[in-house]
């Protein structure tokens, strides 16, 4: 659900801002703005991605704390934590808006400065492959840090939730900076392959798609 929202709504709000803030992104960013419209798209929509935060969460305390949820229902876990499922949001979307903004930001820049295409939506399946390597490793290092935090925040309990801004402090005083790129490697070798397959396949198949409708209309 998350990269169906994020890889489809990123096109409707780059389009919006091509519809109506083309110009101002031209006078800007001179040759740049078309990445940096595509950047920019994809940052509000990493912002809007915290709707779907209980799933995230849900997902990262049955990874490192699994006793929270053992024997619980769906209906149970929902109950037990509430509100509690968005704990994070602010740090979510503070991670997401930099994030998305590498992922989309990124993998426009390789097909604009690598490839030279004009028109993203004529980029071939290894053009597409090529730039989703670069979108989605980029996205991986900068959201690194805020990500450490977030996963703190959620995977604990509500009884000994901390601010994040507890978090950072006692990650800075207790494990030093390097503490904001822990499992960075791990990450780009198991979360990296999958995004690049799912944003390469996104990009591949949403033109033809679309194509495909239109001519129905």
Same mark, same amino acid.
């Given at each position: 659900m998350q990269r169906m929202y994020k890889f489809?709504?990123?096109?409707?709000?780059?389009?919006?801002?091509?519809?109506?803030?083309?110009?101002?992104?031209?006078?800007?960013?001179?040759?740049?703005?078309? *990445?940096?419209?595509?950047?920019?798209? @994809? /940052? $509000?929509?990493?912002? #809007?991605?915290?709707?779907?935060?209980?799933?995230?969460?849900?997902?990262?305390?049955?990874?490192?704390?699994?006793?929270?949820?053992?024997?619980?229902?769906?209906?149970?876990?929902?109950?037990?934590?509430?509100?509690?499922?968005?704990?994070?949001?602010?740090? *979510?979307?503070?991670?997401n808006?930099? @994030? /998305? $903004?590498?992922?989309? #930001?990124?993998?426009?820049?390789?097909?604009?400065?690598?490839?030279?295409?004009?028109?993203?939506?004529?980029?071939?399946?290894?053009?597409?492959f090529c730039a989703s390597i670069g979108g989605a490793f980029a996205s991986l290092a900068v959201s690194s840090p805020l990500d450490v935090i977030k996963t703190r925040i959620q995977a604990r309990s509500a009884e000994s939730a901390e601010s994040g801004w507890v978090i950072l402090s006692q990650m800075v005083k207790n494990e030093g900076f390097g503490s904001f790129f822990k499992g960075l490697v791990p990450k780009m070798l198991v979360v990296g392959p999958k995004l690049v397959f799912s944003f390469t396949i996104a990009d591949a198949s949403i033109p033809i798609i679309s194509s495909f409708i239109d001519g129905k209309k």
């Open positions: 489809s709504g990123q096109r409707y709000v780059r389009d919006y801002l091509q519809n109506n803030h083309q110009s101002s992104f031209k006078s800007m960013f001179g040759d740049n703005w078309k *990445t940096m419209m595509h950047a920019t798209a @994809g /940052s $509000f929509v990493g912002v #809007g991605e915290i709707v779907l935060l209980p799933l995230d969460a849900l997902k990262i305390k049955a990874q490192v704390n699994p006793d929270l949820l053992k024997g619980k229902g769906l209906g149970q876990i929902v109950a037990q934590e509430g509100w509690g499922l968005y704990r994070g949001a602010t740090w *979510t979307a503070a991670r808006a930099p @994030g /998305s $903004f590498a992922l989309f #930001g990124g993998s426009a820049f390789v097909k604009e400065h690598m490839f030279h295409l004009s028109d993203y939506n004529q980029a071939t399946f290894f053009q597409n």
